[in-house]
Structures are given as C-alpha cells and as structure tokens.
C-alpha cells in the first residue's frame, strides 16, 4: 500500500554561489542552454511533481525578469524568499511553512541539476515501500572530494550521519558514500524535525543535521544513485565544465538511440531543449542552441551553428551560422551563410557562399547563391539574386523594405535602395543601382538605374555557376 499520496518539491536555491566567481547567481548559470535551477524544475516536472517552491535570496527576487523563465514548465512554480542566509535547514524550513495538502516533499539543492526523474522516482518509491521518515539520496564516487560523506548502519540501510567536508577526520576522508543533497521527508516529520536543529558556530541551521532526529521509530534511511555521475555538484567552474560534459554524452545517446547519426560527437554540442528528428545527420563542429528543430533528413555542419530556429526536411547548412529563423524542406545554405533574426526561407532554395539575411522571407526555389546582403526584405518565388546584391535597407535613421515579386532576376552587383518594389519578371543589370520601382517586365541598368530598350538575354544557370 502507497504510503504517500500528495508529493510536491521544494528547491534550495537561495546559496551565494561565491566560488563560482560570478556576477550571475548560482541558481541562473547554464548548463546545456538552461539554467541549473530549470533542470531541477524539468526532472521534479518528469517525475510528476505539479507543485515546485524554490527557495531564493533577496537578490534573485529583485530580478523580476529573471524569474519569468518558469513561464515554460506545466508545473506550478512558486518563489519564497530566505531574507536572511541562516543556511539550508532554515531555507527549507520557509517552504515547509508554505505546504499544504502534501504528505510528502522531494527536496534539492539548485546546483545538483544532473539527477534524473528515474532517480527521483526511485527515490520516492523507497520512502513508499518502507517505514522511514526522510531518504538521502546518495551515490557511490570514485573520488568523493569536496562532498559531504554518508555514513550508513551496517546491520540495515540507515543513515547514521552526514559529515561535511570540513569535518571530516582521518578515518572518514575514505568513505566514498556521498551525499547528493537530494531527499524526500515525510511533510509532517520534517516540518516539526526542522524547528529542533540547533544552529551551527557558524549561525546557520543545517539540513544535513535532521539526521540527529533519526532512531528506531524516525528513520531516515537512503537511495543509492544507479549513476554516481548524476551526483555531480556545482560549486565552480569547473564543475560546470565536468557537468557539461556528462551532459553533453547523455544528450548525444539520447539523439543517436532516436536515429540521429552524429559524425563526432566530442565536437557536437545539442542543448536540452533542441529536437532532432531521425534520419538527420551532424557533422562535426556542429552546435544547436535553444528552441531549435532539426526536422528528418536535414544534413547540418561541419562548423556549423543554429539557435531558436527550424530547419526543414532534408535541407542542407554547411559551416553557417542560423539564428532566430525558419528554414524550410530542401533547402541549401552555405558555406559561411549568415541567417538571422525573423528570416523565412522557402522550399528549395539556394543561399549561398558569404551570404547574409536578416528580417526576409524568401520564396521557394530562389537562389541567393554569392556573397550578397538581405535584409528586411520580402522575395517571391524562382528569383535569382546575382552575387554582390545588397539591399540598403538603412538610411542612417531608419529600416526600410525591400519587395521583390515572382520570376524577378537580380543582377551581379545590384545596389537595391530600399524602400523599394521590383514587379514580376523584372530584370536589372550588373552594377545597377535601383533607386525607384521597377515595373513588372522591365529591365533597368545603370547608376541609376533606368529602363533600357535593348533586349537582353540572362541565362540564369549561368549567373549561379
């Protein structure tokens, strides 16, 4: 029989952080693109937990958009304030206070953000199954410094107590138990547990210490962690480098199990929140960022960046760099392209070597393919835009746009002067500079550019070799 039934989670989150070195609070540095508290929050989330407090400092609380990053998890999110730092007891004891209709809580230090909801489930499946009042989870480690040591009774699986580094004597430095800073109390036990823990030489109100309370009739017993590497902590630097590593390889598996062929994957980077579907293929150097969507089949890299945007099937982004757009199917970008901010790109198009784009939408089957800039720009269908096309988009003060209709050729060397409409099936010559509206059918050259009466024939295969 299930022994609890309301579980909500509260998270420890309030800590100085002084050993990062860091303006940024503890709780808001990234690890794989998300904050360490937001990866806390997405394993509470995945377990099944629907309520979260975080516990913060005054200072995070200040910080009023920092904390609109909740507005993306299903599970209500609420923040409490530790006015005064009196240490981790303390700082649950303010979420303690705030739970109602709960009988038991999952609790987590903010900088523990690579355990998983397995883990967590098990945990809780612990505390369900036997007759304890808390449950530490822990983790065998290969090098246990700088962790609090566990030490548990030999005759049963009880935890007798944690010891922080500092006080470690000579004999317990070997003991390789750890503590994960991750448990799971029983409400009622630990809410009144907490009032009784003295303080500290230091003034601080321990966590660690509701071990004392433990006896034949409170017990607190303990998890072990499948995977010690979940059990990494956050205290500097480098630990954040050695997370992102961990990181870094469960993502990669995760996305190769899914049918994703990664080349390298010491060289590929993935953030959590990227999506990746089968058949697609990373070269190396290859770097997805944020919201991004790598939709089956697309061939992405080497040497090759993309952030918050969608990329369509079977497209191809060689050595460039996508931000903050949407790509569509059969599309070719690359070598050394650079696509930003609110641009569009239609099925089957080209943009080429050196090409720039920012704030358009392309048509589909329109080639860009040479060193040419784009900007706020809006092109239709089968357009060719010969090499060294720019839109002057600014005039010193403000952004204008740029229209150009269906089957339009663009040509080599083009100076468009926004604002600017260029109708169907017009054509410029080389070097033109456009200064008014072209009218559909018309070809203009020249500085500036003007109708001209002899015909002209452009191959426009020609102009893409």
Not at 108 to 132: E, Q, R
Not at 168 to 189: A, E, P, Q, V
Not at 221 to 231: F, T, V, Y
Not at 454 to 465: S, V, W
Request: with cysteine; net charge neutral.
């Amino acid at each position: 029989m299930q022994r609890f039934i309301r579980t909500k989670g509260i998270i420890l989150a309030a800590g100085r952080g002084l050993r990062m070195k860091s303006k940024t609070a503890k709780p808001f540095h990234h690890l794989g693109g998300e904050y360490l508290v937001s990866h806390v929050i997405n394993s509470m989330q995945k377990s099944g937990i629907e309520e979260i407090i975080v516990i913060i400092s005054p200072d995070i609380q200040k910080n009023k958009e920092l904390l609109k990053f909740t507005s993306g998890f299903s599970s209500e999110i609420k923040f409490v304030v530790q006015k005064t730092p009196r240490g981790t007891g303390d700082a649950l004891l303010q979420g303690v206070g705030l739970v109602s209709d709960c009988d038991l809580i999952v609790v987590a230090a903010c900088d523990v953000p690579l355990v998983t909801s397995n883990a967590i489930n098990s945990m809780i499946h612990d505390m369900n199954s036997g007759n304890s009042c808390g449950q530490v989870l822990v983790a065998r480690v290969p090098d246990p410094t700088g962790y609090g040591r566990v030490k548990v009774d030999g005759k049963n699986s009880n935890v007798k107590c944690i010891i922080e580094e500092d006080d470690l004597n000579h004999n317990d430095k070997d003991i390789n138990l750890i503590n994960t800073s991750w448990y799971c109390f029983d409400t009622g036990w630990v809410r009144g547990r907490l009032k009784e823990i003295q303080q500290s030489k230091s003034g601080e109100i321990q966590l660690t210490d509701i071990v004392k309370f433990s006896n034949t009739s409170n017990i607190v017993s303990h998890s072990l962690l499948d995977d010690h590497l979940e059990a990494i902590g956050i205290n500097s630097k480098i630990d954040l480098s050695k997370a992102e590593k961990v990181l870094k390889d469960r993502i990669g598996k995760k996305w190769m199990l899914a049918g994703v062929t990664i080349i390298d994957p010491d060289t590929t980077y993935i953030d959590s929140s990227v999506i990746i579907q089968p058949d697609s293929t990373l070269y190396p150097g290859t770097h997805l960022k944020g919201s991004t969507l790598i939709s089956a089949g697309a061939m992405i890299g080497p040497n090759t960046i993309i952030e918050n945007s969608k990329v369509g099937a079977k497209s191809k982004i060689i050595s460039s760099h996508v931000s903050d757009s949407v790509i569509g199917p059969d599309v070719v970008i690359g070598s050394n392209a650079r696509i930003r901010n609110g641009t569009r790109v239609g099925h089957q198009c080209v943009l080429g070597n050196g090409v720039e784009v920012k704030n358009s939408t392309i048509g589909e089957e329109t080639k860009i393919s040479h060193f040419s800039y784009i900007g706020d720009a809006k092109i239709g269908k089968h357009v060719n835009i010969g090499a060294g096309t720019v839109t002057c988009n600014y005039d010193g003060q403000f952004k204008h746009e740029t229209f150009i209709d269906d089957d339009v050729f663009i040509g080599s060397g083009t100076m468009l002067i926004a604002p600017v409409k260029i109708f169907s099936k017009a054509k410029t010559g080389a070097g033109s500079v456009v200064t008014k509206n072209i009218k559909s059918g018309i070809a203009v050259k020249g500085v500036p550019a003007r109708p001209y009466d002899r015909e002209i024939t452009i191959n426009q295969k020609d102009e893409n070799d």
